[in-house]
């Protein structure tokens, strides 16, 4: 199995970035997928999470009226826009999927993992 994630980069204050999570090795569509990240000195943190049909998402409170989750299980692709970033939203992004259809804010539910993509938002 292997994540490769994308979309990264320096945004000011205020702008827009769309992130992606290319799945290959198993059956995408199957499967919960979720965003998490970690700030520098920080533990990794839950960002948002959806299940394998699109029927459920969940986000954190920082994330909420912001970001959306979304996948496209033809591409085997998940996908976390971000607006109105913030720059206390800097951090490594990183995907990763279940071995169960749910979506699930607690990363130990979590089987495989992306390398992550460095968001950086500047003041």
């Known amino acids: 199995v292997q994540l490769q994630a994308s979309g990264g980069g320096l945004v000011q204050a205020g702008g827009s970035l769309r992130l992606s999570c290319a799945a290959s090795?198993?059956?995408?569509?199957?499967?919960?997928m979720g965003w998490f990240r970690q700030a520098p000195g920080k533990e990794r943190e839950f960002v948002a999470a959806i299940s394998a049909t699109s029927s459920n998402t969940l986000y954190a409170d920082s994330a909420k009226g912001r970001f959306t989750i979304s996948r496209d299980n033809a591409k085997n692709t998940v996908y976390l826009q971000m607006n109105i970033l913030k720059p206390e939203d800097t951090a490594v992004y990183y995907c990763?999927?279940?071995?169960?259809?749910?979506?699930?804010?607690?990363?130990?539910?979590?089987?495989?993992w992306g390398q992550g993509t460095l968001v950086t938002v500047s003041s």
């Open positions: 090795g198993r059956t995408f569509s199957s499967y919960g």
């Open positions: 990763a999927s279940r071995t169960v259809s749910l979506a699930s804010r607690n990363y130990l539910g979590y089987a495989y």
